[in-house]
C-alpha cells in the first residue's frame, strides 16, 4: 500500500502528543493484527503503513524532518522522506517490537518475532542477548552488506522498554570492536529573513550523499550551531553514528557585499 500522508495514516492531529501517537498505533495494531485478519493482503499492507508510520511519528528526529518535508513539498512529502530514508533508517529505535509484545500478552496473538518474519522476511532478524541483571530482545534490518543496525527496543530484568541509549548499549554487547562515529561539522548560509522567522532549509549532506530538509529555528544567530543527532559519520562494528553539527552562516546583501570590495581596494591601494 502507498503511503500518502503518516498523519492520516494514523488518524492522529499534527500537533499530537507521543502518547496519543502510540495510542492511536497500538488501537490500529489490534484492528489490523495478522492474527484476525488471515488472507486478507488488504490488512497485512494496511499493517504495514501503519508500522511505517508509527515508526517515523514516534521517533522525534524524524518526525521532524517529516513536518519540514511536508511544509516544503506538501502531499509529495512522503515519497519525498522514502527516497532520502531507507527501511532500515526507518525502523531504527522503534518500540513497534515490544508493542506487538503486548499484544500477544493481551489478546493471545503471535508475537512480534513471528510478525516481523512474516511481513518483512529475510530481511528483518531478531536478537535476544542476555547479561546478568539484565536481558535484551529486539530486531533489526540487515543491511544489503549483512550487517544490522539495532532498529528496536530492549527490556532490563525488571522488564522495563530502554530507550534512548538502549541501541548503543546493545551495540557494545554485541560487538567489541564497536566504534561511534565521527562527528561532521560543516557550514549552512542562510538568509537573514529565515533566520529571524525560521522554516525549512534544503540541504546537501555531503558526508551521507543525500538531500536533507532542516527545520531552522526561529531567531538563530549567525555562529550558532544546529545540532542533528546521528547524521555524522557512521560507527564501526555495529557502533553508533557521530552526530552533524551545522554552524550557520547570514548570506550578505548587496551593500554588504560592495562594502567589502571597497574595504578590499582600500586595503589593497594602501600596500603600494
Do not use: C
Not at 517529516?66 to 509529495?76: E, I, K, L, N, V
Not at 532520502?84 to 531504527?92: A, C, E, L, S, V
Not at 493481551?106 to 518475532?113: A, C, E, H, L, Y
Amino acid at each position: 500500500m502507498e503511503q500518502t500522508d503518516y498523519y492520516a495514516t494514523l488518524d492522529v492531529p499534527k500537533d499530537a502528543d507521543a502518547t496519543t501517537v502510540r495510542d492511536a498505533y497500538r488501537k490500529l495494531a489490534l484492528i489490523h493484527h495478522p492474527d484476525r485478519n488471515r488472507n486478507n493482503p488488504e490488512a497485512a499492507e494496511k499493517m504495514k503503513a501503519v508500522n511505517e508510520a508509527y515508526a517515523v511519528l514516534s521517533d522525534p528526529e524524524k518526525r521532524r524532518n517529516y513536518d519540514a518535508m511536508q511544509s516544503s513539498f506538501g502531499s509529495g512529502a512522503t515519497n519525498r522522506f522514502r527516497q532520502d530514508y531507507t527501511d532500515q533508517d526507518i525502523f531504527r529505535g522503534t518500540d513497534i517490537h515490544a508493542i506487538f509484545e503486548e499484544l500477544a500478552k493481551d489478546f493471545g496473538f503471535r508475537g512480534g518475532d513471528a510478525i516481523f518474519k512474516e511481513f518483512y522476511g529475510n530481511g528483518w532478524k531478531t536478537f535476544n542477548v542476555s547479561r546478568p541483571g539484565f536481558t535484551m530482545k529486539g530486531a533489526f534490518f540487515k543491511s544489503s552488506g549483512g550487517a544490522g543496525k539495532p532498529a528496536v527496543e530492549g527490556t532490563s530484568s525488571g522488564g522495563g522498554f530502554l530507550g534512548g541509549g538502549a541501541a548503543s548499549l546493545l551495540g557494545n554487547l554485541l560487538s567489541r570492536g564497536a566504534k561511534k562515529g565521527g562527528d561532521v561539522m560543516e557550514t549552512i548560509t542562510i538568509e537573514k529573513e529565515l533566520a529571524s522567522s525560521g522554516g525549512p532549509f534544503a540541504y546537501f549532506h555531503k558526508t551521507r550523499g543525500k538531500k536533507l530538509v532542516v527545520k531552522i529555528p526561529p531567531g538563530v544567530r549567525e555562529g550558532q550551531k544546529i545540532r542533528l543527532a546521528g547524521m555524522g559519520k557512521e560507527g564501526k562494528g555495529g557502533g553508533t553514528p557521530g552526530d552533524l553539527y551545522l554552524k550557520v552562516a547570514f548570506r550578505k546583501g548587496l551593500f554588504e557585499r560592495i562594502g567589502d570590495l571597497v574595504g578590499s581596494v582600500g586595503r589593497f591601494g594602501s600596500e603600494k
